[in-house]
């Protein structure tokens, strides 16, 4: 059991490029590299619920960074989020869960919430100099999006970029390229970020064309490792100004009627 468990530290999710469902062009899973080192949250006073849930944790794999740890929506448990994975830990230390839990009654996904306040956080955190901006005079919606160069889920939604900001939806890049540091797909991605019209570079490295290769002190390594804190499986992550990530790649319009929704529950116009 124990080997089990470690286990749940150790190798975490595939990068894939992503759609909520299967579909046919999406680029095949490869294997993500190791989780970058996060800020880990301060530990919790001795003797508490969240001090033994901390403790349970490093027992398992102390090399782990955890994000969060708060009193968990399911009695008796904590909620422990490490590497963009959400696991529930009972208030004595003894018993993990990972997985995502589910409230039948109000039908949602309640493990979602403590990532999205990740997310949000974490966003927040990224500077707009550092992110790469499409957008309308007078964005109405605006979310953040984890992309690769070489995913062709990525590759449709920016083909579409006239019709998000049509339709009052601001898209901001931040780059993940899924084959991690050291490839050749990270150093494109470092050349357009280098660049001196990086939302031209972004496009025609998009569309295959050539981009001069530049280096720079860029914040390529920097949004990898966030995106791997925040909880990235797929490329495009589309993440919304609340922290909600969507399922994958969305056309503007299913985009939109999404972002309304979020508005709607959330009470705002």
Not at 181 to 207: H, I, N, Q, Y
Not at 213 to 231: F, I, K, M, S
Request: aromatic share 8%.
């Amino acid at each position: 059991m124990k080997r089990y468990v470690f286990a749940l530290f150790s190798a975490f999710s595939l990068s894939a490029c992503a759609q909520g469902t299967s579909a046919p062009d999406a680029t095949a899973a490869s294997p993500q590299p190791p989780a970058a080192t996060a800020a880990e949250a301060p530990p919790p006073p001795p003797g508490t619920p969240a001090a033994s849930a901390r403790n349970a944790i490093l027992s398992i794999n102390p090399r782990v960074s955890i994000e969060s740890i708060d009193d968990a929506p399911l009695p008796g448990f904590q909620e422990v989020i490490v590497a963009g994975q959400v696991l529930y830990v009972s208030n004595d230390g003894r018993y993990v869960m990972q997985g995502s839990l589910f409230d039948a009654q109000e039908k949602r996904d309640l493990s979602q919430s403590g990532l999205s306040q990740l997310r949000k956080r974490l966003l927040s955190e990224v500077p707009e100099e550092q992110r790469i901006i499409f957008a309308p005079a007078n964005p109405k919606y605006t979310v953040s999006v984890f992309t690769d160069v070489e995913c062709g889920y990525c590759r449709r939604l920016h083909d579409d970029i006239a019709e998000y900001n049509k339709r009052g939806i601001a898209i901001e890049y931040l780059a993940y390229p899924r084959m991690g540091p050291g490839s050749d797909d990270f150093r494109l991605m470092e050349s357009v970020w280098c660049a001196d019209d990086r939302r031209k570079a972004l496009t025609d490295a998009k569309a295959g064309r050539r981009v001069n290769a530049q280096a720079c002190d860029n914040p390529v390594a920097a949004h990898y490792a966030l995106g791997q804190r925040a909880g990235l499986t797929g490329t495009p992550m589309i993440v919304a100004e609340d922290g909600t990530q969507m399922p994958g790649y969305m056309p503007p319009d299913q985009l939109l009627a999404a972002l309304q929704r979020l508005a709607s529950e959330a009470g705002t116009p």
